[in-house]
């Protein structure tokens, strides 16, 4: 059959067209061979855009079409629709891409632009002309999710699945939910107590019929692939059986063993046998083996055991991995504060009164460490002089990291606000860069500490803290004023950058998800796709794709989670049939494919002594078509034909 | 061992008690410090112009003398240091400049026989600039000094002064962390001082402010001093001839703004590790000392 292709040039507004010469283009495609139709427009994606490309596949009976336009990236999926609903097969609708390959890097040279881009149109219709119609890949899917991470955000994303109905499994690494909300006091902009609206949210998870909440758990394994992911959670030994164990809490009372408490971040003490916090969900203990007397002491101890009345201790539990199938995979494994033992400028870690912003949020706690005393660490004293330093780490390029952490202006104002009204007289400085208060309330709630807590804001940085007679003495400069500043604080209060949570690299690393230079979690699109993963199937919520505030994070996890029910609305998965496929007469069963395919997509088939590839699990990578010695493997709608006349048309004139 | 040796000018002419000190300390650890035959002035001063390579020249041609030695070049002086090791570090990463810097020393006519007949080939960054205390930590180390002590310094309490020169910039000074170093705090306690922490440690001393405006200098030098006092030292030790002269000789000065001024002791390292290996008479030298360590030394019987 004679190929009829379409071939229609967007401007982009001035994008294109202010560079490139769009009508010489359409001209000169319309006299290439196969072309049977070849236009230009202004806006080709807008409404008027893609009605002329469904009119024109019509009225000239074309077979393929080429927009010639932005990177496929932004609107070949929308190109595609059209070609469908005009009745050309979608995977004969192809983009070329003559904007950001052309007009955006060739803006000096018109003419040597408009050949590149009349070059790189013609290479996409040699495509076209050998591009089959296809269909997608239907494959089963289970209609279960997991939700990786037990803060705010995997909380809302777990309960939005399950209530959109479908069954969620929930793991969480510590012993209960709440992440690092769940240690917060009051929260920006309202003074809302953070645990008075996260724990009815834990309870809620752990109490629905659909969520599965694995707490002491981490993942083992992941396997498969969107729809049909295989998962092997470790549960942990927790020393206990914790379906028998009440919670009473009498192991916890005669515990002997002591060490510091993760969750007031080492500002008191837990037992071995411990609940991070009394709100603690599931509020049954686990044992730390590591500071358990028993296990210390070869045996000696077993108060706990002596003392349980249900009899739950196991000191001989083993880890158990749980294995369960999932559909998707909502990733909300958080943050961590930068270690403030890299601030060595300020004394991180030498000096205690010199604390972080979690360690302040636990002593601003009613149920913290101080019961909401601000008492400062080294003696106990109320401070009458407090400075807080933003961006600890943070837009620090030369020494730290380079991004800005987003929430530490706005804590820090919280934090002094707090800290003024627990001690009216005493005086609370504000080191900062700028003040980023971009959120709904959040000027006014810098306005308000600065004008009616009193808090001196003080633009510059620190460059210096050091303990002197007692004091933190505090090493700064006033860049409005001009002139260098010291105070001699009681306790210095450091905004920590946020940075990924350090064992979420491990599980980003094992779930093979890209991530930035700094560890944060990659979405697909950072504009049009911020939840989702290029990988697909998993998705993205809370701090861990980048720093975030509470309702950030909640509406991040929210939108996960639609697009969690989004797949799950399908019976089954559709899955892009852009894959490769085995030439059976000409392989020869030598298995290099076989040995090349990171997605295990590629099988050997004993009986025919040949490779077959598994269209369910190939991700179209091509890395078997690359190694493949007689070009058994190819790839559909890029065979090695196709992309030697691709390459023919670029070198031609 | 014999391992390549640059004083500079000032441990040439001033600060010799610095230099005699070190030699002999050298010798009883197991090394012999070998004077490089042929060196110049380091330049003293790092240029912070990046686009003219004239002004690395001295340092460069300073480390392609030491390439025909070895491939170490161990020195004292914390300016020699900073200027040596930065320059090296241009030449090591900068294939442009250094290529410039090597046509240079050829152009140059004193130097180019010098060049030519003496290393016989580029000089391309191949010679590890260090200081004396990362020979001793590194080369020697601390455990091997520790073995050839005759007597350990307990109970003298000693502020480890770094200055700044040693340390920063910290991407190419890599010598240790800037805001909390402990080469030094290592070195003291192999030795057995009290080592003394404060603040100040890594404060600038005034530098070669003192010429220009010796008020500024004596202010930095007299926080230095301060803190040290103030956090219960009794001699404080450096590692460079500026810094030993801005806090020891201007002691007076401070002791004009600050009611109470007690004086203390600044001494050079070696000067100290001369005495903990036992070494004696003419080589430890505290006569050009302004405050007298000899005191504070003689009431802990370490003289």
Redesign the interface.
Known sequence: MEERIGVFVCHCGSNIAGVVDVKRVAEELGKYPGVAYSTDYTYMCSDPGQTMVKDAIKEHNLSGVIVAACSPTLHEATFRRAGRVAGVNPYQVEIANIREQCSWVHQGDKEAATRKAIKIIKTMVEKARLDEALDPIAVPMTHKALVVGGGIAGIQAALDIANAGYETILVERGPSIGGHMAQLSETFPTLDCSQCIMTPKMVEVAQHPRVKLMTYSEIDDVSGYVGNFKVKIRKKAAYLDRDICNGCGLCMEKCPAKTTSEFDEGLAQRKAIYTPFPQAVPNKPVLDRDHCTYFLNDGKCGICKKICPVQCIDYEQEDEIVEDEVGAIVVATGYDLYPIEN???Y?GG?YPDVITSLQFERMLSASGPTEGEVKRPSDGKVPETVVFLTCCGSRDPE?HMPYCSKVCCMYLTKHAMLYKHKVHDGQAYVFYMDVRTAGKGYEEFYTRAAEEDDVLFLRGKVS?I????GKV?VWGVDTLAGRKVEIEADMAVLGLATVPNAAAKDLANMLKLHTDEWGFLAEAHPKLRPVESLAPGFYLAGAAQGPKDIPEAVAQASAAASKVAHLFAEEEYHREPIIAWIDEDTCAGCRVCVSVCPYDAAEFDVEKGIARIQEAICEGCGACIAACPSASAQQRNLTDEQVYKMVSAALEG | MKIPYYPGCTLHERALDFDVSARECAKAVGVELQELPIWTCCGAVFPLVSDNVMEILAPVRNLAYAAREGDKLVTLCSFCYHVLKRANKVVKDDPEKMEKANLFLRADTEAREEVESYTRKDYEGQVDVLHYLEMLRDVVGYDEVKKKLRRTLDGLRVAPYYGCMLLRP?KEMEFD????PSIFEEFLDTLGCDVVDF??KTECCGGFQIVADEDLAVQCSRNVVG?AL?NGAEIIVTTCPLCRYNLDKKQDEMAKSVRGFKKIPVVYFTQLLGIALGIGGEHIDFSDNYVDPRPVLAGKSLL
């Not at chain 1, 050091?466 to 007679?469: A, I, V």
């Open positions: 601030l060595g400028e004394g030498k020494a210096k050091f303990e002197e007679d003495v | 910290k962390d800037p805001e909390q603040a100040m803190s103030k």
